[in-house]
Structure formats: C-alpha cells, structure tokens
C-alpha cells in the first residue's frame, strides 16, 4: 500500500475506534432535491458542525461549499463519482473521476454499483478502472454497492445477495464497500465477513422510522462488526443534524448505548 493512501485512510477513521462515521449529501441527482437539502449551504455547515470523521458530496457541491476549516477540523470530504437517478434507477452513472477527487482534496472517492440487473458490467467495468486510477494515486476508494436488479433471486436482502454484493466490491480493489442492513446483527456478521479484506460500512436506508430505531440498527451493526457508517437523510432531515452527528460518534468511537445517544440528539445530553 502506499504511504498516501496509508495516510489518507488514517484520517478517514477514527484513531481511537478504528471506524468511521461519515454523512452522505450527494442525493438530489439520485432522488430529487429532497426536505432537508435545498438549502445544501446551510445542510453541509449543520452537519459539519457536529464533526463526522467524513461527508461524501458530489463535486460541485464540495468544491464550492466543503470550507478548508473542515479539513482542519478532522473532516475528511469523500467525492462521490457516480449517481443513479429516477430515470435511470439501476444503473450508476459517472459523475467525477480520481483526478478531480484529487484536486479537490478528498481522502477518498466513492463510486455507486447497483448489483443484479442489465447493467451490473457497465457498472462493474467503471467500479473496476476507478480502483486502479484510485491505487496509483494513493487515493483510498469507497463503494456504495447494493442489490437492486431484476436478476436477482428471492428476498433481495438475502445474505446470499449481499454476500455476493459486497464481495464483487472486494474483488476488485475496494477498499470501503457499503451497504445495507440485512436486519439482524447476526445475519449482517455474514455479509461483513464475506467483504474481508474490504471494510463493511452500513447505509441509512429509506425513512420514515424513529431515530431509536437508527439507533438500535447502529448498535446491533457494531455488535456485527460493521467498520463504520455513512448516514444520509435520517440525519440532516433531523431539526438539529449536529447533534444527531454527536450522538452517533458517541456510539460508534465510544460505544455509548442507545439511550444515552437519544438524549444527547434530544438535547438532554452534554
């Protein structure tokens, strides 16, 4: 491994834990401008204000909005190099590329495969040509991958599916490969061991769920041991993202429990 990319996974996680918590702001191409990200200025300085090791933005948001005073907090800014989109939901499509990450001053990129479907070799091709570009450059490389296809047999969530998801990732260089929850602690334990020597990251999923469940998730994904996690819409649609942020570093580098994390969201903490 070269020293850069030594270094620039060193900041990424945590010192202390080893894991990594970071807050994804890269959905409008994929989802539409949604509650909570129309005024991305103001949604990036709430949730840096609550110090992530990470925030994943698309470039143009991260070269005009990610503040250098961010990098000299301990944020590392992760560029997000595809998108799918409502028009194109299955197929992640090229947003970015290592050399723009680069001058950026990411210490990571990060590219979107969605496994199962029509598309799986087109994306698998571009997941496989950034992980090279990003090994000679010293630039870590992070992988949203999911099971999404119509190819796909039985529960899509199966861990046999997520297995296969998070490995393809591994196969090819990923160093960071994240997915979803499986539900259980016991069942998400199989997909981590199935990335190895890639790191499992968990995603947020869909909304609409209270933030003990979240919670609840985040702890059972460290009982699994998940390296970290990369939130998104649960955290900056929340009234104060910056505590949300805390309350998670509580769980995930001190290994708070669920109630004293919901107190320190609710205000009640410190």
Do not use: C
């Not at 990470?54 to 944020?75: H, V």
């Amino acid at each position: 491994m070269y020293l850069g990319k030594e270094i620039r996974l060193s900041r990424l996680f945590n010192r202390e834990s080893g894991r990594l918590l970071a807050i994804t702001l890269d959905h409008a191409i994929a989802r539409g401008v949604l509650p909570g990200l129309v005024d991305i200025k103001a949604a990036v300085a709430a949730v840096a204000a609550g110090r992530p090791d990470a925030m994943t933005l698309q470039k143009g948001i991260a070269s005009r909005l990610f503040a250098p005073e961010y990098a000299a907090a301990g944020i590392s800014l992760i560029v997000k190099a595809t998108s799918y989109s409502p028009f194109h939901s299955t197929f992640d499509t090229p947003t970015a590329t290592v050399e723009e990450a680069l001058r950026l001053g990411a210490d990571a990129i990060s590219v979107g495969m969605l496994v199962g479907g029509e598309d799986q070799a087109q994306q698998l091709t571009h997941l496989s040509s950034i992980a090279r570009e990003a090994e000679a450059a010293g630039l870590p490389l992070a992988a949203h991958i999911y099971p999404r296809g119509d190819k796909l047999e039985g529960d899509r969530k199966s861990v046999q599916n997520m297995q296969y998801a998070v490995r393809a990732g591994a196969e090819v260089g990923v160093d960071v490969v994240k997915t979803e929850y499986t539900g259980s602690a016991e069942s998400f334990a199989e997909v981590v061991r199935a990335a190895h020597p890639a790191r499992v990251v968990l995603a947020g999923g869909s909304p609409g769920r209270e933030l003990r469940d979240y919670f609840r998730m985040t702890a059972d994904a460290l009982a699994a041991g998940a390296a970290g996690f990369t939130y998104g819409r649960f955290v900056w649609q929340h009234p104060r993202p910056d505590r949300v942020v805390e309350a998670l570093g509580l769980m995930v580098h001190q290994d708070r429990g669920v109630e004293e994390a919901l107190e320190h969201a609710n205000g009640e903490g410190r």
